[in-house]
């Protein structure tokens, strides 16, 4: 069973990765590293603001009573 060809679109208009050059493939592998980070990034986000919420909520309720 063979894999069909992966592909990468690029403003509307999709590119073999085979049939790219070197350079043009790093630049992928790189894209994808930075995507990777940005997600990790943006979930460690989510907890710090969740645990600043939850300060906060503390902070309100020491403040009130």
Known sequence: MSEAPQTW???DKEYN???LSEVAKNHIVNIRVVDQEV???QQKLAIMQTARNAYANAL???ISE
């Open 9 to 11: 679109t690029i403003d």
């Open 60 to 62: 309100k309720a020491e």
């Open 17 to 19: 990765v085979d049939d």
């Open 39 to 41: 997600a990790g990034l």
